[in-house]
């Protein structure tokens, strides 16, 4: 079920640099599962496309979502003016989200493919280990995800913090073994994890990321390759937005 | 108060659909909007195979409106008549316009011989105007004698009427609305995307793949309204307006100037119930000015 409605913001927190923080009061959480997205829209009416942002953590009870976003530009420099009481027109949650497998699990996040892990780490039944790569010691959300995951590695791009270089570095450094491996990040570090996740026999869930329009499956713009025909066009491209984005590895072309 | 609009013996409960190629077939936004309280659903292009589009991204918002390249992917006609067109089936009460595209004459007229007898369907958009293929498209719209040819040429194939759809991308737009009419055409559509490009200056880059998209939303309203106001002074054959169309304002507008029906598109991408928040908002406009029949709006500002 997806709702298109006002959400009033509950709170608004910068976490790092060009890093935000929104609880937002809004009837889509009862609907949310981990890996999910929500389409925020500009309160000024010349952005007129929706910001697809991912969902960090929903609370049922309490009625809220938490979205974790970098500024990058316009849009999402408005959101991070807001302030609790303003309200914003959302849609969600849209998209598939991740399964929830048995067994010995591990979290993968990149930069500002951290948050999306956190509401899945929390879920999760099985032993979690969090993965988590920033550009600098700015380690955002890595608190919630020492509360969330039996176990946290670190990696930076400057090596302040834990393995220099990739997550990937990190979890070969750390020789880390599970059943399925969830993965949010830039498209090269998706690879990178796929490849591992491959050598080590473990499943492997990708979140995908493209530039969207509508966010629900009728535009055609957030396409990604896909190794087998789609059912929707018969071609080999798949809609981020509505059959992602969360994919099996092996699904897509990398 | 009377809503309903007839184009080529084809009647609608109301004037407003939504424009091809930002609606799917309705499955999608059928989750927000009763498709049975649209005047007509205008499907996505449709061609004769599968078409897989251009490569990604193909999405770059600009203000006041947006850039598209998504390049007509669509799964072809087979699929669409098995899926599409019997999910429409469940919708009598609205309208079913098939937008057609095709890379060739041969192409155009493939996608118009497998429609022939397809009851849901009732009446096609021959799409001569997307900027966004290299051959086909809107190669067939930049050339008034292209233009009655293919129309003509369709026109002998077809058994529902055809709307032909215009691009604004030429230089006098009325020319190529009278050589769709002298083809045969039953309507026009106006307008398809207006080209353009954005580069991003931090990457010194073309934000699109394909370098260039289609221009659509609010901000080329304007353009569009101008260009209906022409065409409805220059044939004497319907019109679907279309271009930036958000409001039940911009609605009525393309109605005072000539269009018997108008499209909305881009709007469902800030506003997933644009078309009936557009309608709706067209009625009560109507019982304001007590506009007995909506027709009697259609072209009266001169």
């Not at chain 1, 500002?112 to 280990?129: H, N, Q, R």
Request: hydrophobic share 40%.
């Amino acid at each position: 079920m997806k709702v298109k409605e006002t959400a009033q913001i509950v709170a608004s927190d910068k976490l790092a640099e060009n890093i935000y923080s929104m609880l937002l009061a809004t009837t889509a959480s009862q609907y949310a599962v981990p890996g999910q997205f929500i389409n925020i829209y500009c309160n000024d009416g010349s952005k007129i496309l929706p910001r697809p942002i991912s969902i960090c953590e929903i609370d049922k009870e309490l009625g809220t979502l938490r979205v974790v976003y970098r500024v990058v530009g316009k849009g999402t420099a408005e959101f991070s003016n807001l302030k609790p009481g303003d309200t914003v027109e959302i849609l969600g949650p849209l998209g598939n989200g991740f399964p929830l497998e048995e067994g010995k699990a591990i979290v993968v996040g990149g930069g500002i493919g951290v948050p999306p892990m956190l509401e899945l780490a929390k879920e999760l039944t099985g032993d979690v280990t969090a993965v988590l790569g920033y550009r600098t010691d700015d380690l955002f959300l890595a608190d919630n995800f020492i509360d969330a995951a039996a176990e946290v590695v670190f990696a930076t791009d400057d090596g302040s913090v834990g393995v220099h270089g990739t997550v990937v570095d990190a979890m070969k450094e750390n020789d880390l073994r599970a059943d399925v491996i969830y993965a949010c990040g830039p498209k090269p570090m998706l690879k990178g994890v796929a490849e591992y996740a491959d050598s080590i026999g473990a499943k492997c869930y990708v979140s995908m990321e493209e530039r969207m329009a509508c966010g629900v499956g009728a535009c055609l713009g957030c396409v990604c390759q896909s190794k087998e025909v789609d059912n929707h066009s018969h071609v080999n491209n798949k809609r981020v937005c509505k059959d992602g984005p969360v994919f099996l590895s092996t699904e897509v072309v990398l | 108060m009377n809503t309903k609009v007839t184009i080529a013996g084809v009647e609608f409960q109301n004037p407003i659909m939504e424009a091809s190629g930002t609606f799917g077939s309705g499955m999608e936004y059928g989750e927000f909007v009763d498709l049975n309280r649209l005047g007509a659903v205008v499907t996505k292009g449709v061609a004769n195979v599968p078409w897989p589009g251009n490569p990604t991204p193909r999405i770059a918002e600009v203000s006041s409106g947006m850039l598209n390249a998504i390049g007509l992917q669509n799964p072809g006609v087979e699929v669409f008549c098995n899926r599409d067109l019997k999910f429409l089936e469940n919708y009598k009460d609205t309208r079913v316009l098939v937008n057609v595209c095709g890379h060739s004459a041969e192409e155009y007229i493939e996608v118009v011989d497998r429609l022939a007898d397809e009851s849901r369907v009732d009446m096609l958009e021959i799409n001569i105007s997307c900027p966004n293929v290299k051959e086909g498209g809107i190669a067939f719209g930049q050339d008034p004698k292209a233009v009655e040819e293919i129309t003509r040429l369709v026109k002998k194939h077809a058994k529902q009427p055809i709307v032909m759809k215009l691009s604004p991308n030429v230089t006098d737009i009325k020319v190529m609305a009278k050589a769709a009419e002298a083809g045969g055409a039953d309507a026009i559509s106006l307008i398809n995307t207006l080209t353009g490009m954005k580069i991003d200056v931090e990457r010194q880059n073309f934000v699109l793949a394909n370098k260039t998209g289609g221009m659509s939303g609010p901000a080329v309203h304007p353009i569009a309204v101008r260009m209906v106001y022409e065409c409805a002074n220059a044939v004497n054959i319907p019109i679907i307006g279309m271009g930036g169309v958000s409001t039940w304002e911009d609605a009525v507008e393309m109605m005072l100037a000539g269009a018997t029906a108008v499209s909305v598109g881009t709007a469902n991408f800030f506003n997933p119930t644009a078309t009936v928040d557009i309608l709706d908002g067209m009625i009560d406009y109507m019982k304001r000015k007590k506009i007995d029949n909506i027709t009697d709006i259609v072209g009266i500002v001169k």
